[in-house]
C-alpha cells in the first residue's frame, strides 16, 4: 500500500461507512454505496486488484451529481493504484483518472491535486508536476498531510526541475 492511502485513512473511511446496523443496511441495499464500502475495504486490506475493480464499478453506478464527492474517491484510488501497483502500472490512465477526479473536485483538493501531481511526475512533465503539487499545499489545511506527504515531493520534483 502507497504511504498516500495509510492505513489510519482508508480505517477511518471503512468506519465511516460500517457505523452501525442500520446504516450498514442501507449501505448494502444501495448498489453504489455497497461497491464503495467493499472498495475502500479492499485497497484497506491491500488487495488492490480487487480494490480498482470495485472503483471501476463505483465510478460506472455513480451518479456524477448526486454522489460526486465518492466518485471523487473512486477516481482519485483507482489513479493512484494505477500509478503505485506494478501489475496495474498504467500511467496513461491514472492520469486521465486523476485529471477527472480533479475536475470533480473544482481543483481544489490537496489529495486530487496531489494524485495528478504524481501523474505528470511520472510522465516527466515535472515543471507540471511542481506547479501542481504547490497548488496542492496551497489548499492543504491538514497540517500532517502537507508535513508527511506533500512538502517531502515538493522537494524531490524541485530536484528534477533544477538539474534539467
Same mark, same amino acid.
Given at each position: 500500500m502507497?504511504? /498516500?492511502f495509510t492505513k489510519d485513512f482508508l480505517d477511518w473511511l471503512a468506519t465511516r461507512l460500517d457505523k452501525d446496523a =442500520? @446504516? +450498514?443496511a442501507a449501505i448494502a441495499s444501495n448498489p453504489f454505496m455497497e461497491a464503495f464500502r467493499q472498495a475502500l475495504q479492499s485497497?484497506?486490506? #491491500? =488487495? &488492490?486488484? #480487487?480494490a480498482a475493480y470495485g472503483y471501476q464499478q463505483v465510478i460506472q453506478l455513480g451518479d456524477p451529481r448526486s454522489e460526486k464527492h465518492f466518485v471523487a474517491i473512486a477516481l482519485n484510488n483507482l489513479a493512484w493504484i /494505477? &500509478? *503505485?501497483c506494478k501489475t496495474l502500472y498504467? +500511467? =496513461? @490512465?491514472?492520469? !486521465?483518472l486523476a485529471f477527472r477526479a480533479n475536475q /470533480? !473536485?473544482? =481543483?481544489?483538493?490537496?489529495e486530487t491535486l496531489h494524485t495528478l501531481a504524481e501523474c505528470y511526475f511520472q510522465k516527466g512533465d515535472y515543471e507540471k508536476a511542481l506547479a501542481t503539487l504547490k497548488k496542492a499545499i496551497e489548499q492543504c489545511e491538514d497540517f500532517v498531510y502537507k508535513q508527511k506527504y506533500l512538502l517531502p515531493r515538493e522537494k524531490a520534483f524541485q530536484r528534477?526541475? *533544477?538539474e534539467r
Open positions: 502507497s504511504d /498516500f =442500520e @446504516e +450498514k485497497h484497506r486490506d #491491500q =488487495e &488492490l486488484i #480487487q /494505477f &500509478l *503505485t498504467n +500511467k =496513461e @490512465e491514472a492520469l !486521465r /470533480f !473536485r473544482d =481543483e481544489m483538493d490537496p528534477y526541475v *533544477t
